[in-house]
Structures are given as structure tokens and as C-alpha cells.
């Protein structure tokens, strides 16, 4: 049964930093692409963040760009979102996400309909 577990969220004012943690488990993480996604009240969900099973290609929304950094511990099973510079509009409930088959090479995914996973989602808040 896979499960990733999300943690790290909270409150912070802008500016600040926050660092999101996803533990996976029940699936061979070194080989599952992964990704954050985020939704915010009457907004769709969206890509913040992807990163390939191997050769640690990343992929960044230009809404965060500079200011966000997705990376993975195989040894740990986990993947990370490290937040700076946050602003309101990061505002939003955030998700961790994984495909549910095995992915080769350097390819990141950036659509929610090709991952098979969701976390249960931990809420970011920026005040200003």
C-alpha cells in the first residue's frame, strides 16, 4: 500500500521560509517521479514543483521560481520543498505527489491527472 505522509506546513509571515517533507512508503521511490502541487480556496490545483525519478532533473513553476527548491533522499524515502521568500499569494493547501509507474531517465511530470499518489495535503499560510 503506498502512503506519503506531507509535514512542514504551517504559519509564516512573508518573506519567510518554511520547508515541506513528504515520507513515501510502499513504492520503490527511487524509481517514482515526483511532484508538489498546490490549491488554494476556488482555485484549481497546480504544479509548484517536479522532479525526476533519476538524474535529479527539476522542474519550477515561474510563480516560484528562485524561491522554491524540490529535491529528493532516496536513502530516506522523502522528498523536499524548501520555501523562501514566501508571499501571500503561496497561500494554499500543498500536496505531495507520485507516479504510479516506474519512470526512467530524466523525465518530470507536471500534470495532477499522471500521478497515481496523493498525500492527504498540509496548509501553508503567508501573512502579510
Known amino acids: 500500500q503506498v502512503r506519503l505522509v506531507e509535514s512542514g506546513g504551517g504559519l509564516v509571515q512573508a518573506g519567510g521560509s518554511l520547508r515541506l517533507s513528504c515520507a513515501a512508503s510502499?513504492?520503490?521511490?527511487?524509481?517514482?517521479?515526483m511532484g508538489w502541487f498546490r490549491q488554494a480556496p476556488g482555485k484549481e490545483r497546480e504544479v509548484v514543483a517536479a522532479?525526476?525519478?533519476?538524474?535529479?532533473?527539476?522542474y519550477n513553476a515561474d510563480s516560484v521560481k528562485g524561491r522554491f527548491t524540490i529535491s529528493r533522499d532516496s536513502a530516506a524515502n522523502t522528498v523536499y520543498l524548501q520555501m523562501n521568500s514566501l508571499k501571500p499569494e503561496d497561500t494554499a493547501v500543498y500536496y505531495c505527489a507520485a507516479r504510479g509507474t516506474i519512470s526512467y531517465g530524466g523525465r518530470y511530470y507536471l500534470s495532477s491527472y499522471e500521478y497515481e499518489y496523493w498525500g492527504q495535503g498540509t496548509q501553508v499560510t503567508v501573512s502579510s
Open positions: 522532479i525526476s525519478a533519476s538524474d535529479g532533473n527539476t
Open positions: 510502499g513504492l520503490t521511490f527511487s524509481r517514482n517521479a
